[in-house]
């Protein structure tokens, strides 16, 4: 007679179609038993499914309660995840996404359905069909981001998405402004409505915070900018919204210039009524797209190289690093979370300033601190290198460039002219290199007289042998 099989230890049976299925009551996300199926082509295999959904309901890894489709869950998760807690730019480019790849090519599968040959598949069409890099990047980080809040849920078991592998992302090269083309620019605009905002572009300002200023962020009194908000345009709405992150909230200096230009703007150009400081001519807010058109207009109406608004900020970071300030002052100023954004994203290098920082390290390395071989020191060189004293003592013990005397002297010094070239040759100035090679001078002139004056003793009075050192020898 066939054993019964206990309560909970579940069933295995071949079906009609050939496979074996495996049933089992597991534990479920919303607290209650459900009956699990599992496949598979051999009872083994079946049974090695069955005890994992086992071996997880007694760890209280529970099973979902129910079958999400992947379209049913991104919805879910776009208004009950996204919208409630990220801003609406975040929200605006989540949906869109979701709205035109991922629902249209993933959303009939399940989310325990899902797999990594699935997703690859799907991202490599996308990249054949035509969709750049940094574009399919951003569709796999929303997708990863969906199934992470799913495996939170306990709807699944894995990210695939994250296995998934794409071609790196290669930046597009910025070649920001020298400091030469922003007095152009800023010469061009002077006498334009909005100088004021142009100039402010400098303080590395993102274009939503710019725009979105209000007359009561500008402290006067205690010479500050307050940021606190950003203007956006979210589909066919602008919208005042939060700033990006946390960092971007900070204070600025108001400096005078700005002061003054802000100050000829509101006689000139304020609309009453209105609580931002940049606005049409109506009074309305301004929309960041036609900001930046005219942006672009002045710069070619002017022939300035034409560059994106965003890009002053990757200006304002380099121009500031060219003038030695220190990395923490800049990522606050540019209101990054993050240091390693500041440094690696937004600083960048051109040819003056890889050749100052070469020239610096030359005029380190060759530094007229060098050493003197005595092999070739002549008497015509000693006397060109000490005072009038050092000189006749020298001459007086006739020193020989021979290898006796190089060993008796202990290692002694020379003067290399290609040395003395190089560091001649540095960034300091003559007064400052003279002085740097004199005072090289009087320290290897001074180790000289030390070592004539000990050869000097050593030869013309020798210690006498003592009679014990004579039975020693014997």
Same mark, same amino acid.
């Given at each position: 007679?066939?054993?019964?099989?206990?309560?909970?230890?579940?069933?295995?049976?071949?079906?009609?179609?050939?496979?074996?299925? #495996?049933?089992?009551?597991?534990?479920?996300?919303?607290?209650?038993? +459900?009956?699990?199926? =599992?496949?598979?082509?051999?009872?083994?295999?079946?049974?090695?499914?069955?005890?994992?959904?086992?071996?997880?309901?007694?760890?209280?890894?529970?099973?979902?309660?129910?079958?999400?489709?992947?379209?049913?869950? *991104?919805?879910?998760?776009?208004?009950?995840?996204?919208?409630?807690?990220?801003?609406?730019?975040?929200?605006?480019?989540?949906?869109?996404?979701?709205?035109?790849?991922?629902?249209?090519?993933?959303?009939?599968?399940?989310?325990?359905?899902?797999?990594?040959?699935?997703?690859?598949?799907?991202?490599?069409?996308?990249?054949?069909?035509?969709?750049? %890099?940094?574009?399919? $990047?951003?569709?796999?980080?929303?997708?990863?981001?969906? *199934?992470?809040?799913?495996?939170?849920?306990?709807?699944?078991?894995?990210?695939?998405? &994250?296995?998934?592998?794409?071609?790196?992302?290669?930046?597009?090269?910025?070649?920001?402004?020298?400091?030469?083309?922003?007095?152009?620019?800023?010469?061009?605009?002077?006498?334009?409505?909005?100088?004021?905002?142009?100039?402010?572009?400098?303080?590395?300002? &993102? &274009?939503?915070?710019?725009?979105?200023?209000?007359?009561?962020?500008?402290? %006067?009194?205690?010479?500050?900018?307050?940021?606190?908000?950003?203007?956006?345009?979210?589909?066919?709405?602008?919208? %005042? #919204?939060?700033? +990006?992150?946390?960092?971007?909230?900070?204070?600025?200096?108001?400096?005078?210039?700005?002061?003054?230009?802000?100050?000829?703007?509101? $006689?000139?150009?304020?609309? +009453?009524?209105?609580?931002?400081?940049?606005?049409?001519?109506?009074?309305?807010?301004?929309?960041?797209?036609?900001? *930046?058109?005219?942006?672009?207009?002045?710069?070619?109406?002017?022939?300035?190289?034409?560059? /994106?608004? $965003?890009?002053?900020?990757?200006?304002?970071? !380099?121009?500031?690093?060219?003038?030695?300030?220190?990395?923490?002052?800049?990522?606050?100023?540019?209101?990054?979370?993050?240091?390693?954004?500041?440094?690696?994203?937004?600083? $960048?290098?051109?040819?003056?300033? &890889?050749?100052?920082?070469?020239?610096?390290?030359?005029?380190?390395?060759?530094?007229?601190?060098?050493?003197?071989?005595?092999?070739?020191?002549?008497?015509?060189?000693?006397?060109?290198? !000490?005072?009038?004293?050092?000189?006749?003592?020298?001459?007086?013990?006739?020193?020989?460039?021979?290898?006796?005397?190089?060993?008796?002297?202990?290692?002694?010094?020379?003067?290399?002219?290609?040395?003395?070239?190089? /560091?001649?040759?540095?960034?300091?100035?003559?007064?400052?290199? =003279?002085? #740097?090679?004199?005072?090289?001078?009087?320290?290897?002139?001074?180790?000289?007289?030390?070592?004539?004056?000990?050869?000097?003793? /050593?030869?013309?009075?020798?210690?006498?042998?003592?009679?014990?050192?004579?039975? *020693?020898?014997?």
């Amino acid at each position: 007679m066939a054993r019964r099989n206990s309560s909970g230890e579940g069933t295995v049976y071949l079906r009609k179609d050939g496979r074996y299925e #495996g049933a089992v009551y597991v534990l479920t996300t919303n607290g209650a038993r +459900k009956r699990v199926r =599992v496949y598979g082509a051999t009872r083994a295999e079946t049974h090695a499914k069955l005890t994992d959904l086992k071996a997880n309901s007694q760890h209280g890894i529970a099973v979902a309660g129910e079958v999400w489709k992947l379209s049913d869950y *991104l919805d879910y998760w776009l208004t009950d995840v996204v919208k409630p807690n990220r801003r609406p730019a975040t929200y605006a480019q989540c949906e869109t996404i979701v709205r035109l790849y991922l629902k249209p090519n993933l959303g009939r599968q399940t989310l325990r359905n899902l797999t990594v040959p699935g997703v690859q598949k799907f991202v490599n069409h996308l990249l054949a069909n035509g969709q750049s %890099v940094a574009n399919v $990047h951003v569709i796999r980080k929303v997708l990863s981001a969906a *199934l992470t809040r799913a495996e939170r849920d306990e709807l699944t078991s894995r990210n695939v998405a &994250r296995l998934v592998e794409l071609p790196s992302e290669e930046r597009k090269e910025i070649n920001p402004w020298s400091l030469a083309e922003v007095a152009r620019f800023l010469e061009a605009v002077q006498h334009h409505r909005l100088y004021a905002a142009y100039l402010m572009l400098f303080y590395g300002l &993102r &274009r939503g915070e710019l725009l979105g200023l209000r007359w009561q962020d500008i402290d %006067v009194a205690n010479s500050k900018i307050r940021i606190r908000q950003q203007l956006q345009r979210i589909g066919r709405q602008i919208i %005042v #919204g939060p700033l +990006k992150t946390a960092k971007s909230r900070r204070d600025l200096p108001l400096l005078e210039p700005v002061a003054q230009a802000l100050s000829a703007y509101h $006689h000139a150009h304020a609309v +009453k009524g209105t609580e931002l400081i940049f606005t049409t001519t109506q009074g309305t807010p301004i929309d960041p797209g036609n900001f *930046l058109r005219e942006f672009k207009k002045i710069c070619q109406r002017n022939g300035l190289r034409v560059i /994106a608004v $965003h890009h002053v900020r990757h200006t304002v970071a !380099t121009l500031l690093k060219s003038h030695r300030v220190a990395d923490r002052d800049i990522q606050l100023i540019l209101g990054h979370s993050r240091i390693v954004t500041t440094q690696e994203i937004y600083q $960048h290098d051109d040819d003056d300033s &890889r050749r100052t920082a070469l020239q610096r390290l030359a005029g380190s390395l060759f530094a007229p601190e060098v050493k003197v071989a005595q092999s070739e020191c002549s008497g015509s060189l000693v006397d060109a290198l !000490t005072s009038d004293g050092s000189r006749q003592l020298s001459r007086q013990f006739d020193l020989r460039a021979d290898e006796n005397t190089e060993n008796n002297l202990g290692g002694a010094y020379r003067i290399r002219t290609d040395d003395l070239f190089h /560091a001649m040759n540095t960034q300091r100035t003559i007064e400052q290199r =003279v002085t #740097g090679v004199d005072e090289a001078l009087k320290v290897r002139r001074r180790t000289w007289i030390i070592g004539i004056v000990a050869v000097n003793l /050593a030869v013309k009075n020798p210690v006498p042998a003592s009679p014990h050192d004579h039975d *020693l020898a014997s």
